[in-house]
């Protein structure tokens, strides 16, 4: 998927690093997602994630964007 965010250097929402490779990591789009905002440099429940969180992303998509981080950072301590 292309959110038109590409020139923005994306870092993961969870460890905070940036991916090594362009491939590594996806955007995924939460329930609080609003395509409307997509004009703001972060949109509501975007979030990125590298390849190595991105399946916890999933996860968690059916919930809000911060439901999902809190979720998965707890999971993670
Ligand atoms: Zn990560």
Same mark, same amino acid.
């Given at each position: 998927m292309d959110h038109g965010l590409k020139m923005t250097p994306a870092v993961c929402c969870i460890c905070g690093k940036i991916p090594a *490779? *362009? #491939? #590594?990591g996806d955007w995924l789009e939460f329930q #609080?997602? #609003? *395509? *409307? @905002?997509? @004009?703001?440099?972060h949109p509501q429940g975007l979030e990125f994630f590298c390849g190595e969180h991105i399946s916890r992303g999933r996860d968690f998509i059916l919930c809000t964007a911060a439901e999902a981080l809190t979720k998965i950072k707890e999971g993670l301590t």
């Open positions: *490779a *362009a #491939d #590594d #609080d997602y #609003d *395509a *409307a @905002g997509m @004009g703001l440099s």
